[in-house]
Nanobody
Framework: QVQLVESGGGLVQAGGSLRLSCAASGRTFSSYGMGWFRQAPGKEREFVAAISRSGVTINYADPVKGRFTISRDNAKNTLYLQMISLKVEDTAVYYC???????????????????WGQGTQVTVSS
């Protein structure tokens, strides 16, 4: 069993910033790519950003490019998402996830994910 615990969400005005954290259990954190997904009410869970196990390869969904930064600290078993210039459209529950080994060499989607954290709510007001 793995455990992922997200934190750092909250209420912020448009144009503001938040930094999300995801604490992962286990000593194998550095063995996996990691990512952030989000889900707004009435919407499907969507990809936000991903980072390879070494941190060398990073990918972002188009809506967040230039505004969000994903990073990881393998020594602390922690994944981060720095969000700036937040928009109302960013309002969602944000989840972190482990990239399944079965997806190596290709993009991954919410339907590929085996384990989720409980999520942290981000609300951006106008």
């Amino acid at each position: 069993q793995v455990q992922l615990v997200e934190s750092g969400g909250g209420l912020v005005q448009a144009g503001g910033s938040l930094r999300l954290s995801c604490a992962a259990s286990g000593r194998t954190f550095s063995s996996y790519g990691m990512g952030w997904f989000r889900q707004a009410p009435g919407k499907e869970r969507e990809f936000v950003a991903a980072i390879s196990r070494s941190g060398v390869t990073i990918n972002y969904a188009d809506p967040v490019k230039g505004r969000f930064t994903i990073s990881r600290d393998n020594a602390k078993n922690t994944l981060y998402l720095q969000m700036i210039s937040l928009k109302v459209e960013d309002t969602a529950v944000y989840y972190c996830a482990i990239k399944p080994p079965s997806t190596i060499g290709r993009r991954w989607y919410a339907t590929d994910v085996d384990y989720w954290g409980q999520g942290t709510q981000v609300t951006v007001s106008s």
